[in-house]
């Protein structure tokens, strides 16, 4: 396969939109979740969407192959929740590994197939997907105790290893540390990925890093500003170091400028369609977000775009073909203060 590091220094590369978005569009029952593996299953499933690479998979390579017609370069694995400490909430930690296995499939098999379907040859990539966690390791749940954990980092480290097993083994391209809003989490991600790579001797992913910028402060949940975020995670030496989600592309603009002005890797944007409406929905047009991302483009601030929440294949369409013929960011050389090395 081309080494995507290769194909990033000549172009803008596209990853895909919201998952989510797409699956709620087949109004799936809970029924459909259960499928017939599942069918006695003593808690309720509906929602559970990373289930679904299990009992409804042509579904879900159906998204992806949707994904792959629109434009994108990238498409991310349906394991946003696929980890042991977010399943729990469905009593069905024992899945996790599975569940990543078959996603990463589900995403490479999407790919071929589509590939001989269009007879398109350019490179795809699948990036295994990995997020927050439901529990936070920096905050307390507790309003009363602020000094009260509901996770500890070794429990998030364990979890993330058993999920990278699965994705790397299911043929994933690349991981994912995305949605980030507490960056001790990512750190146990991090961690989780390189103890895998070196215990296991298998030749190490490309990394890339998606933070989350919560609202107009500029900060992630957790407290810190964008520059402290970057500096907290470069030493993972990652693909690419970006945001995604709770803003849609005109509120994340000064954010992706900052970073693209501090980031000695490639960056990534994949906002959402705009902000959600009264009713938690996004009305964003596809031409306005490629019309945004264009204007990012074009002003040198990324490498890879796509969508977060409230994206569709309309919006990746757009959003590909705004920016197929605009050069993509360049590399600063930026002079290191210190010498990062392996602990």
Not at 308 to 322: L, M, N
Request: charged fraction near 20%; aromatic fraction near 8%; glycine fraction near 8%.
């Amino acid at each position: 396969m081309a080494n995507i590091q290769d194909i990033l220094k000549e172009r803008i590369l596209v990853i895909d939109g919201a998952m989510g978005t797409m699956i709620q569009r087949h109004k799936l029952t809970e029924a459909d979740y259960r499928g017939e593996r599942f069918k006695d299953w003593p808690s309720d499933l509906k929602g559970n969407n990373d289930l679904l690479c299990l009992t409804q998979p042509e579904i879900i390579k159906g998204i992806h192959k949707e994904y792959l017609a629109a434009g994108a370069d990238i498409i991310e694995t349906n394991t946003f929740n696929s980890q042991r400490v977010s399943l729990a909430d469905y009593g069905m930690e024992a899945l996790a590994y599975e569940i990543n296995i078959v996603a990463a499939q589900l995403a490479k098999q999407a790919i071929k197939e589509f590939q001989t379907a269009s007879g398109v040859t350019n490179p795809k990539f699948v990036a295994g997907a990995i997020g927050p966690m439901n529990k936070t390791l920096s905050l307390s749940p507790d309003v009363n105790n602020p000094g009260y954990r509901a996770l500890l980092f070794d429990e998030a480290v364990d979890a993330y290893y058993e999920q990278v097993k699965g994705l790397v083994d299911g043929g994933a391209d690349l991981l994912l540390i995305e949605t980030i809003f507490d960056t001790l989490n990512a750190k146990a991600a991090i961690f989780a990925i390189k103890k895998y790579f070196r215990e296991t001797g298998k030749e190490p992913l490309p990394v890339m890093i998606s933070g989350t910028i919560t609202d107009a402060s500029g900060r992630t949940l957790s407290g810190q500003t964008l520059e402290a975020f970057y500096t907290s995670v470069v030493h993972a030496k990652p693909l690419s170091i970006g945001l995604n989600c709770a803003l849609g592309a005109k509120e994340m603009r000064p954010h992706i400028e900052e970073l693209s002005q501090i980031s000695a890797c490639y960056t990534s944007a994949y906002p959402n369609a705009g902000l959600p409406n009264a009713m938690g929905e996004y009305d964003e047009a596809p031409e306005d977000t490629g019309h945004f991302i264009e204007e990012w483009a074009k002003e040198g601030f990324v490498n890879i775009v796509g969508g977060c929440c409230g994206t569709t294949p309309d919006h990746i369409r757009h959003i590909a073909e705004h920016v197929k013929n605009i050069k993509p960011r360049q590399l600063p050389v930026v002079e290191a203060a210190f010498e990062i090395t392996e602990a």
